[in-house]
Structure formats: structure tokens, C-alpha cells
């Protein structure tokens, strides 16, 4: 009986560890703004933990976020990428104040996140490599031999801040699907 009783300890002892060890990640990748990426991702088929793993790579949750490159909001979209998007969109009203608007700066991001992958034949690495790189780039490097040996996939990436940026996002991801 007492090794039962000691048996029964430890595991709640375990799962007392695992409870706590689960609340600190939710902690660290939050499930921020979710009804607004939900609508967003049921709009352009995407999975809203990768939009998730996105916004955490790109701004960390910060919808005032700025990157040296002028980036701004919570995806990190250039104003004159923004505004593309939004006539795009056919969103007429865009302005350039709406993109700290966390709705405005989800749905476009999402909307040119959907339009890089679909570029790609529904490659989302490569997507998600040209949300970082830049669309041109992107086919620039499938078409040299050095980064892709089938011009379907990368092989290598010279940026690398992108080569990072993408290892963040899918690390994001795996930890986002295993969370939420």
C-alpha cells in the first residue's frame, strides 16, 4: 500500500510540474487578438496558429511595433505593402495610421501571407520565406542552382536574417500546436 501511496505522489507531483511548466509557455507564446485572426484565417484557409507563430516572430505581440526597415504593427507590413494589399483587398479606406489597427494589420498580413504561399503553389515555407525576404528574392534564389537544386525548394538561404526568421516562425508553430 505504501508503494501505491508513493506511486500516486509522484505522478501528481509530475503533473503538478507539467501544469505549471504548460502555464508559463502559454505565458511566453500567448494566444493574443484570436478572434480576429480566426476570422482572418477562415477567410484565406490558413491555420491561425501560424498566423500566431508570424505575429510572434515579426513584433512579439506589439501592435506599435517599428523594425529598422519601417516595418510596422503586429505583422510587420510596410506601408507601401500595406497599402498594395489593401487595394488588393479592394479596401478603399486604408490609411497609413490603420496599420497599428491590430484588426486592419491582422487581416491585410494574413490577405499577403495567403497571396506569397498561393504564389508558391501552396508552399508555405516558401511563403513564409517571401513574407520575410521578399517575393522577388525568393524567386531569384529557386532559380539559381547555388540555393535550390529543383527550383521548388531552398536548399540554402543568403540572408541570414531570413534563414532565422524562418527557424522562429516553425519553431513557433511546432510550439503553438502543441499549446493551443
Not at 523594425?67 to 479596401?91: F, I, N, P, V
Request: with cysteine; glycine share 6%.
Amino acid at each position: 500500500m505504501a508503494k501505491f501511496k508513493k506511486i500516486i505522489l509522484i505522478c501528481a507531483i509530475l503533473f503538478a510540474v507539467f501544469l505549471t511548466f504548460n502555464a508559463v509557455l502559454k505565458k511566453l507564446y500567448p494566444a493574443l487578438y484570436m478572434d480576429i485572426i480566426i476570422e482572418s484565417a477562415k477567410q484565406y484557409n490558413l491555420d491561425p496558429l501560424l498566423i500566431l507563430s508570424v505575429i510572434r516572430a515579426e513584433s512579439n505581440f506589439s501592435e506599435y511595433a517599428i523594425s529598422h526597415k519601417e516595418a510596422k504593427g503586429l505583422m510587420q507590413l510596410k506601408s507601401d505593402t500595406a497599402r498594395w494589399c489593401a487595394q488588393q483587398m479592394g479596401d478603399g479606406g486604408f490609411t497609413e495610421e490603420k496599420i497599428y489597427e491590430p484588426r486592419t494589420n491582422i487581416q491585410i498580413g494574413v490577405w499577403y501571407l495567403n497571396y506569397l504561399i498561393e504564389q508558391f503553389e501552396g508552399n508555405c515555407r516558401l511563403g513564409i520565406t517571401a513574407y520575410n525576404a521578399g517575393i522577388g528574392n525568393v524567386k531569384k534564389w529557386l532559380e539559381n542552382t547555388d540555393y535550390s537544386a529543383n527550383g521548388n525548394e531552398l536548399d540554402k538561404i543568403p540572408f541570414r536574417e531570413t534563414e532565422r526568421y524562418i527557424k522562429r516562425v516553425l519553431n513557433n508553430y511546432a510550439i503553438y500546436k502543441m499549446l493551443y
